[in-house]
């Protein structure tokens, strides 16, 4: 087998950028969807070249012709459905965040592991050479010792019956937004000792339960810092990765999006180049990372522990504000 047969859950907004066009680029079918509306699913699937629609998500798990399943449903349904590809035997590529919270990300790692199938949490980011660029910074010794690193996450307000506002759908800007910030900066910890702890954060709700902005202060082992700030409400989108060393800095302008902005700022001894690292988009590099593993074998840069440990930092953020975890 030279190319993977997609299954897709649900015919949401993000399937585009994230399974479809990689799909196409790379060479993958993909085979079946299902959604809650089967009108919706028809369109979805004329639209985009599925080649047919089925009538429930488990009808896609099942299918004979479905190798691997991508989740991309709305949070509070993750971990349930890709507990069912898992009892199928199918390898899941699944949207962010894994789970509601900590205690259910661990019963699908535990799950998975015991069955030996590969439940890949969709942080896209980590495959592109923006973020391969500023690891090879901290690693390489040209900013020195690491000191703080700084993610930012802010967009416009989704409409207000928008999935993300909601409380049983296990919404809220942390869980959309922040769950990127908390990975990014625990992907730095280990040029500072381990992964960096959350020691305090502020959230505005948009209504009880929903934060609509929250910004979460962490620390690593070694004693540098690292800031997450989340918006939900913001006129306009920004996302940034800045790593601050004892010897100067490096800062993505666009690492959640390096198709529209590639460039890695580099200021070292008060001079400053600037980089850029190719607008072939992040869920492209996922996609074939992810058809590399489950075709080849080739290891994955993340695991289901470590999806446990980021929910589990999700959780710490949100009791940290006053609030209670999904």
């Not at 959604?35 to 369109?43: E, L, Y």
């Not at 899941?92 to 030996?116: M, N, Q, Y």
């Not at 922040?178 to 502020?202: E, I, Q």
């Amino acid at each position: 087998m030279t190319q993977l047969r997609i299954g897709v859950l649900g015919a949401s907004r993000i399937a585009e950028v994230a399974i479809v066009e990689p799909a196409r680029i790379l060479g993958h079918r993909l085979v079946a969807v299902a959604a809650r509306d089967k009108d919706r699913a028809t369109v979805f699937a004329e639209k985009y070249g599925v080649e047919r629609v089925l009538d429930s998500y488990q009808a896609v798990i099942d299918d004979p012709e479905v190798d691997v399943i991508y989740n991309p449903l709305a949070n509070a349904l993750h971990a349930p459905w890709n507990l069912a590809a898992v009892r199928a035997g199918k390898p899941v590529l699944t949207e962010k965040p894994f789970a509601r919270d900590r205690a259910e990300a661990i019963t699908v790692a535990e799950e998975a592991s015991a069955a030996g199938v590969t439940v890949a949490e969709g942080f896209h980011y980590l495959f592109h050479p923006v973020t391969e660029r500023l690891l090879q910074l901290a690693e390489d010794g040209t900013l020195g010792e690491l000191r703080h690193v700084e993610v930012v996450m802010r967009m416009p307000a989704p409409d207000a019956g928008d999935l993300r506002w909601s409380l049983d759908l296990a919404g809220g800007v942390m869980m959309d937004l922040g769950c990127y910030g908390l990975h990014a900066t625990r992907l730095f910890g280990r040029y500072a000792g381990g992964d960096p702890k959350v020691v305090s954060a502020s959230a505005v709700e948009r209504t009880v339960g929903i934060d609509e902005s929250i910004d979460v202060n962490l620390e690593y082992p070694s004693g540098a810092t690292a800031v997450s700030r989340n918006s939900m409400i913001d006129p306009d989108y920004l996302f940034t990765l800045k790593v601050v060393g004892s010897r100067g800095e490096a800062f993505a302008h666009n690492y959640i999006k390096p198709n529209e902005d590639d460039r890695v700022s580099i200021t070292v001894g008060g001079d400053t180049t600037v980089e850029s690292l190719g607008k072939r988009s992040s869920y492209t590099y996922q996609l074939e990372a992810f058809a590399a593993h489950v075709l080849d074998g080739t290891s994955l840069p993340l695991d289901a522990n470590d999806a446990v440990t980021n929910m589990a930092s999700i959780d710490d953020a949100y009791r940290a504000a006053g609030m209670s975890p999904r």
